[in-house]
């Protein structure tokens, strides 16, 4: 088992703890806060402890000098000043000897941001290749590394991988909560167990498809993943996104004969045509050339409520069709409605289902929501991630005598 922060001496360290501060931010301001209000949990507790906090976090891509300029870290900074009611100290270059010597000298209860870990990529991408002296440099900062980032877990990246070669590490409140939750999934599922599959393209969600359909009762799936599977069985689609690669149709036709009792797709959808927004209801079986899918229909609905109702485990990745246009929003919506009453039986699974959540006014509806997207399927379908593989096993590390 990963050594977890709740075990570990941390009186007076000088921490190193990574997070996840890349938060929608527009014109300057935070749109939400939310990955933010969820790392004080782990924050505070540094505090209490009288830590020295230095924090990284990514924020957006970075890959141009100019990308830099809508990317810094300083909204970051003025939010957890609020939130926790205390300056907060910041750095604008992290390899600088200034910042060498302002993370030394943090007193007891004193937190340093470090600007965007991105700013490292340009321009040799310092962070995404697994660096390894600037991984020493910044571990050179600490003497104990808390990883908090479970969203960027799947990333072989410099702060993500590279500091804990150098430094005790062990995992903060929230990657420990997001592991748990994920393994009550992956491991050991109340059955029946059902996993709802949506998204565009059925080429990014296929490996985990496959490691999750000998693990699943049932598979219900929307969007372009369905309109994948629908036209691999030769079924008109009309003009709907689809995947036209014929290795993906091959595996998909062989995904079907070997689990066919486990497939359940859309028996009718909202469509539209390539000449006209007008919304229309149809049968799956009566779509034409010019039809475009863009929400699952109400004998659909009705069919996977029937199977969510009887499931005891549901994991939920994707939406049900186009949530952001309110034309197309009511299948996901309704679903979602169904999901709840079964709320600590749920997990869902980050990306635009998170999305969906906030947008659909269920943000605060479900007990079981992972931040992470391509982290979460990466879990799910290898069972580690090299984030969470980086960090020292239990007895490796001196832990508290409770």
């Given at each position: ?8 001496y941390?009186?007076?360290?000088r ?51 100019e ?10 900074k ?16 992290i ?9 030394l ?40 590394f ?29 990657a ?7 393994d009550?999934?992956i ?46 069985l ?11 690669d014929?290795?993906?149709?091959k ?13 359940a ?41 029937t199977?969510i ?12 069709g ?18 709840s ?12 289902t ?37 960090i ?11």
């Open positions: 088992m990963k050594q977890l922060l709740r075990n570990t941390v009186d007076n360290m921490v190193i703890l990574r997070c996840d501060f890349n938060v929608p931010i527009i014109e300057g301001n935070i749109t939400d806060e939310s990955k933010i209000i969820k790392s004080l949990e782990t924050i505070n507790y540094l505090l209490s402890k009288n830590c020295k906090i230095i924090i990284l976090s990514h924020l957006g891509r970075v890959k141009t000098e990308d830099k300029k809508n990317a810094s870290l300083l909204p970051i003025n939010s957890l000043e609020r939130l926790l009611n205390k300056p907060i100290k910041f750095a604008t270059d390899l600088s000897e200034e910042t060498k010597n302002m993370a000298s943090l007193q007891s209860g004193e937190i340093l941001l470090l600007e965007n870990t991105r700013f490292l990529d340009v321009p040799n991408k310092l962070e995404s290749t697994l660096n390894d002296d600037v991984a020493k440099q910044i571990a050179s900062f600490g003497e104990l808390v990883f908090d980032a479970f969203a960027v877990a799947h990333r072989r990246h410099t702060t993500v991988v590279g500091i804990p070669a150098y430094l005790p590490s062990c995992l903060g409140f929230l420990e909560k997001e592991l748990s939750m994920l009550i999934t491991k050991n599922p109340n059955k029946p167990f059902t996993v709802i599959m949506g998204g565009a393209k059925v080429d990014d969600k296929l490996k985990i498809i496959k490691s999750l359909l000998p693990k699943c009762d049932h598979l219900l799936v929307s969007g372009g993943i369905a309109n994948s599977f629908l036209s691999a030769r079924l008109n689609v009309g003009s709907s996104l689809k995947t036209n014929p290795n993906i149709i595996e998909l036709v062989n995904l079907m004969l070997t689990y066919k009792e486990k497939f797709f859309p028996l009718d959808a909202i469509v539209t045509t390539t000449y006209s927004n007008h919304p229309e209801m149809k049968n799956i079986n009566e779509i034409d050339t010019n039809d475009v899918i863009k929400d699952i229909g109400t004998k659909t609905i009705k069919k996977y409520g199977i109702k009887e499931s005891n485990t549901i994991f939920m990745n994707g939406t049900m186009i949530y952001e246009e309110k034309a197309f929003a009511n299948g996901t919506r309704e679903i979602l409605n169904i999901l009453t079964k709320n600590d039986q749920v997990v869902i699974g980050g990306g635009d998170v999305g969906a959540l906030n947008t659909l006014g269920f943000k605060n509806e479900f007990k079981n929501v992972s931040s992470g997207g391509g982290a979460t399927l990466e879990y799910i379908a290898n069972g580690s991630l090299p984030g969470i593989d980086a020292r096993e239990e007895d490796n590390i001196e832990v508290l005598d409770l």
